[in-house]
């Protein structure tokens, strides 16, 4: 692993620092480029989820059928991945011992193949106590179908559904580690397009098994309770087959940078050990993040029906960014901030201020485009089938909620990358614990006060089935945590770095002056178009917005725009 840099590191000079910029200096395009293709395909995912189930009762437990198996996939998926194994094996290569880096993927498979396999069983036989310890809102459904006060029995459901997700998740964790063997031979296109299977399997299932059910793919109304019961089963099975397909879909990429895989599960191979010691930490980080969601989805369960969903459509744009933005970047960057020395304290410290400011170029105005015109940007993407205008101005309101705090998401999912660079895994973890904390306070009291207001109240809509606000409780919760956690990240990192800056508050300023003067402009278009459909207006304001913006940055000459056009290789 990598050691720790002292503060009195020598330092080089500025062309060393460009120098080691140019390994990685398309790297982040291409995976943005990957992303950006499975996140289009993902939106498609969730329009055709909410067609068939808008926010209601199936869609609550489509979240928690999920929710549930993405712990073993998170746990030891790719943040894991990229944190405890990239390090050790990009080293391997760096020092020139191809036959002990091959050694030492194929230890981690055997490992990760024994400890998927323990976890998907343990997680199908105890299916029921995991549901009701996730959603114990759900334990009285049975109850509540026989009073009349509601039409499925979500409990039931949901344990059905989590014994066919749970091997999916399993798949998904053998696919990152493929993806991180990928990263480490700096392919990475593959790997973050692959899930584009995934969602087309999900995308292609909903649509048969509509069709199969009522011969009427296009018309969700056609479907009974029992139907779309059965349509989420389905849909659960196209997700395990999309999890196979993406998985296979990288083997042959691997296979061509493995010439000496030797599968086991030895722990005595040259670098396990030490990745085991680095997964512990790790682990412990990703899974009080991983505490922070099933807090939510916890909370939620108990709020009024609809509260998980819509919790889970805001959070498909509220990670969208963060995916794009700082994922793309921060996966680029860890290989290459993986081999650099001690003795490189300032190339480490400008690649750090300079991925940070590339994050904020694109964050800051999409954080204020959700703001602004997130009504828009909800209707464009889900106003369809089930999902009726109640339904977009909820979503619309939650998430406005969790783009207060995608700027410090982002940002600390590089930060977090730095630390695993430098050797630390434990300050990520650490750090965690106390965003979860702060999340959780602040997150209670507003969900339980904002859950006895409903939409209809607040907007231009009305309903016999009102939606109510408590899940803007989460999202702001979950905005003040994401912002202690920057800060505290932001300093502890400093005591690596004490002589670098990490973040200009300048750069800061004159980026959401940019973007707040694009709104006005956008803003003007979306009145003059206020009668014209959601497929004329989006797009229209949507782009008004985004060529003022980029015509500012290009015309004050922003380093951070040239940075991206350099990384897309225009």
Not at 253 to 272: P, Q, Y
Request: net charge neutral; hydrophobic share 55%; proline share 5%.
């Amino acid at each position: 692993m990598p050691p720790r840099m002292p503060a009195d590191a020598p330092l080089d000079s500025d062309s060393s620092a460009d120098a080691e910029a140019s390994p990685a200096s398309s790297a982040a395009g291409v995976v943005a480029a990957g992303i950006f293709l499975s996140k289009m395909v993902g939106l498609l995912r969730e329009r055709a989820i909410a067609f068939y189930f808008g926010v209601s009762a199936h869609a609550d437990v489509w979240q928690v059928a999920f929710r549930a198996p993405n712990l073993l996939q998170n746990l030891l998926g790719e943040g894991t991945i990229s944190a405890a194994f990239i390090p050790i094996y990009s080293r391997f290569l760096d020092n020139d011992k191809p036959k002990a880096a091959a050694r030492f993927a194929g230890a981690i498979f055997g490992l990760l193949c024994v400890v998927v396999a323990l976890v998907t069983l343990a997680g199908i036989a105890l299916a029921e106590p995991i549901v009701a310890v996730l959603a114990p809102g759900y334990l009285g459904d049975a109850e509540r179908v026989a009073a009349g006060t509601l039409s499925i029995n979500r409990f039931e459901l949901a344990v059905q559904a989590v014994r066919i997700v749970f091997p999916m998740a399993g798949v998904l964790v053998l696919s990152a580690w493929a993806l991180g063997i990928l990263n480490s031979h700096r392919q990475f296109f593959v790997p973050y397009v692959a899930p584009v299977l995934w969602n087309v399997a999900i995308i292609g299932a909903l649509a048969a098994g509509a069709y199969a059910l009522s011969g009427a793919p296009g018309a969700p109304d056609a479907l009974t309770t029992d139907a779309l019961s059965r349509l989420l089963l389905i849909a659960c099975f196209g997700a395990l087959v999309g999890g196979a397909l993406q998985f296979g879909v990288q083997l042959p990429f691997v296979w061509a940078h493995l010439d000496h895989l030797r599968l086991s599960i030895s722990t005595r191979v040259e670098g396990v050990r030490e990745a085991m010691k680095a997964f512990g930490p790790v682990v412990a980080g990703r899974g009080v993040a991983q505490i922070s969601g099933y807090i939510d989805l916890f909370l939620a369960s108990l709020l009024a029906v609809g509260a998980q969903s819509a919790v889970r459509y805001a959070q498909i744009f509220y990670l969208l960014p963060v995916s794009l933005f700082g994922i793309s970047v921060a996966a680029s960057e860890l290989p290459e901030l993986s081999r650099l020395t001690t003795e490189r304290a300032r190339s480490f410290g400008r690649r750090m201020q300079r991925s940070v400011h590339q994050i904020a170029f694109l964050t800051i105005p999409t954080i204020v485009g959700y703001l602004c015109f997130g009504f828009l940007i909800v209707g464009l993407l889900l106003r369809t089938g089930q999902f009726d205008a109640q339904s977009n101005w909820l979503v619309y309101i939650v998430l406005g909620g969790y783009a207060l705090g995608i700027l410090a998401t982002t940002v600390s999912r590089l930060l977090q990358n730095a630390f695993y660079a430098l050797g630390d895994a434990k300050t990520p973890a650490r750090l965690a614990v106390v965003r979860v904390v702060v999340s959780t306070i602040v997150a209670v009291p507003l969900m339980v006060w904002l859950d006895t207001t409903a939409v209809p109240s607040i907007t231009p809509v009305s309903s016999e089935s009102p939606l109510f606000l408590g899940a803007l409780g989460l999202s702001l919760g979950a905005s003040v945590g994401a912002w202690v956690e920057f800060v505290l990240l932001r300093r502890a990192l400093l005591g690596h770095l004490p002589s670098v800056t990490l973040v200009s508050l300048r750069t800061v300023a004159t980026l959401i002056a940019l973007a707040s003067g694009a709104a006005l402009p956008a803003l003007g278009v979306w009145q003059l178009l206020a009668e014209a459909s959601v497929w004329i207006s989006a797009p229209l304001v949507g782009g008004t917005y985004a060529l003022v913006y980029l015509g500012s940055a290009w015309g004050m000459d922003r380093p951070e725009l040239n940075a991206w056009l350099d990384r897309f290789g225009a």
